[in-house]
Structure formats: structure tokens, C-alpha cells
């Protein structure tokens, strides 16, 4: 019988020892490596999280305080005051004439409608900046105490083709041009409907509304 040298024996039981430690940092490696995976796959089909609820000065609901009103507002854009503090039978003839315009491809923008006494105030002083004087301002823009503006009862309608539209038109609905010099201005006048509107006054120092 052919005896194994004690030396070779200790190596041979050591072997299985090392393939055996081998094994085990293999398989954790490859365990580390399928958990990193799914942990990745996890992350990427998570759903993103939901935007931040934008402040609220930042709503269409509190935009164009004082009644400032941004390019683009129609006269249906009940998220601003200028046009959802009108007094609503003005706002009603307004998208009445609005709906039968657009089949003119005809739009009623909103360059001002009510303000605040406050705005009122602050455009009335840029307009004496602006002309030289109170007695030349009092010709475009009113006190707030007059103000149409102020209790709702006037909009500024933008462009062109819709002034000219409810120049011809307006009548049928009670929105009348007041001021000769202003062709955006437009009131309620609801006689109109059946007799035309009134004479236009020249400017706003005309109007006896004007000297209270």
C-alpha cells in the first residue's frame, strides 16, 4: 500500500476549504449584484412624486389684483376680477355679443374693466404724469369716485376689429361707445337695443357724471 506524504494530505483537505470560501464570496457577490439591480428597477418604475401646489399668488383665481389684467383675457375669464367683478348684466350682453362675434372671427379681449379704487387712483396719477396736468388727465382716465370702472359699469374692449365690430353692432345688445375719443370704452345702455345709443360725449369732461 502506497502511503500519501502528510504534506500532500493537508493539501488536498484544503482544497475543498478554499473552493468552499471561493463559492460563498461568488455567491454573494452575485447576490449584492442582483440586489443592487432590483433595487434600481424599484427606483426607476416608482412614480415621480406630484408637483408642488403652485402659491397663491400664483393661481389663476388671485391673478390681476386691483383689476389689472395681463395680455390675452377674454371677457369669459371669470378668474379675474376686472372681468368677474362687471356688473353681470353688462358681462351678460358682453358674451352675448362675444358668442356672435366669434362667428366673425371676432374675439373680445379685455384691456381693463372694473378696477379697484386704489388702481384707479394710481392710473390717474400716471396720467397727470403723463399729460402735464390734472385738467389734461381728467380727459382719459376718472377719479375713483367717478370711475365707471370703479362700480363695474365700463370695459376697455382690445383690438381693433372688436371695436369696430360692436361699433356696428353693439347696439343690438346695449353696449354703446361713450366717450368720442375713446373707441375701447363700452357701457350698458340698454334702450339702445330698441333706439340706437346716445351721443357720444367728447371726452370724459363732457360727461356730467364726471363733475360729482
Given at each position: 500500500?502506497?502511503?500519501?506524504?502528510?504534506?500532500?494530505?493537508?493539501?488536498?483537505?484544503?482544497?475543498?476549504?478554499?473552493?468552499?470560501?471561493?463559492?460563498?464570496?461568488?455567491?454573494?457577490?452575485?447576490?449584492?449584484?442582483?440586489?443592487?439591480?432590483?433595487?434600481?428597477?424599484?427606483?426607476?418604475?416608482?412614480?415621480?412624486?406630484?408637483?408642488?401646489?403652485?402659491?397663491?399668488?400664483?393661481?389663476?383665481?388671485?391673478?390681476?389684483?386691483?383689476?389689472?389684467?395681463?395680455?390675452?383675457?377674454?371677457?369669459?375669464?371669470?378668474?379675474?376680477?376686472?372681468?368677474?367683478?362687471?356688473?353681470?348684466?353688462?358681462?351678460?350682453?358682453?358674451?352675448?355679443?362675444?358668442?356672435?362675434?366669434?362667428?366673425?372671427?371676432?374675439?373680445?379681449?379685455?384691456?381693463?374693466?372694473?378696477?379697484?379704487?386704489?388702481?384707479?387712483?394710481?392710473?390717474?396719477?400716471?396720467?397727470?404724469?403723463?399729460?402735464?396736468?390734472?385738467?389734461?388727465?381728467?380727459?382719459?382716465?376718472?377719479?375713483?369716485?367717478?370711475?365707471?370702472?370703479?362700480?363695474?359699469?365700463?370695459?376697455?374692449?382690445?383690438?381693433?376689429?372688436?371695436?369696430?365690430?360692436?361699433?356696428?353692432?353693439?347696439?343690438?345688445?346695449?353696449?354703446?361707445?361713450?366717450?368720442?375719443?375713446?373707441?375701447?370704452?363700452?357701457?350698458?345702455?340698454?334702450?339702445?337695443?330698441?333706439?340706437?345709443?346716445?351721443?357720444?360725449?367728447?371726452?370724459?369732461t363732457q360727461d356730467p357724471r364726471m363733475r360729482q
Amino acid at each position: 500500500m502506497t502511503r500519501t506524504p502528510q504534506s500532500a494530505r493537508t493539501t488536498t483537505r484544503g482544497i475543498p476549504r478554499i473552493l468552499a470560501a471561493g463559492l460563498i464570496v461568488v455567491i454573494a457577490a452575485i447576490a449584492a449584484a442582483l440586489g443592487y439591480q432590483s433595487q434600481n428597477a424599484s427606483s426607476s418604475s416608482a412614480p415621480s412624486p406630484p408637483s408642488p401646489i403652485a402659491p397663491r399668488s400664483e393661481r389663476p383665481g388671485s391673478l390681476g389684483a386691483g383689476g389689472a389684467v395681463p395680455d390675452g383675457v377674454t371677457v369669459f375669464d371669470d378668474g379675474y376680477p376686472a372681468v368677474a367683478n362687471l356688473d353681470p348684466d353688462l358681462l351678460r350682453a358682453l358674451r352675448a355679443a362675444a358668442t356672435d362675434a366669434a362667428d366673425d372671427g371676432v374675439k373680445f379681449y379685455v384691456n381693463s374693466g372694473w378696477r379697484s379704487p386704489e388702481r384707479q387712483n394710481q392710473l390717474l396719477r400716471e396720467a397727470v404724469s403723463k399729460y402735464g396736468s390734472e385738467e389734461e388727465a381728467a380727459r382719459w382716465v376718472a377719479t375713483a369716485d367717478t370711475s365707471p370702472h370703479v362700480s363695474g359699469d365700463a370695459i376697455d374692449i382690445g383690438r381693433s376689429n372688436a371695436t369696430a365690430w360692436l361699433s356696428e353692432h353693439g347696439a343690438e345688445y346695449g353696449l354703446c361707445q361713450i366717450y368720442r375719443n375713446e373707441p375701447w370704452h363700452y357701457e350698458l345702455r340698454t334702450n339702445a337695443i330698441d333706439h340706437d345709443c346716445p351721443h357720444m360725449y367728447a371726452d370724459p369732461t363732457q360727461d356730467p357724471r364726471m363733475r360729482q
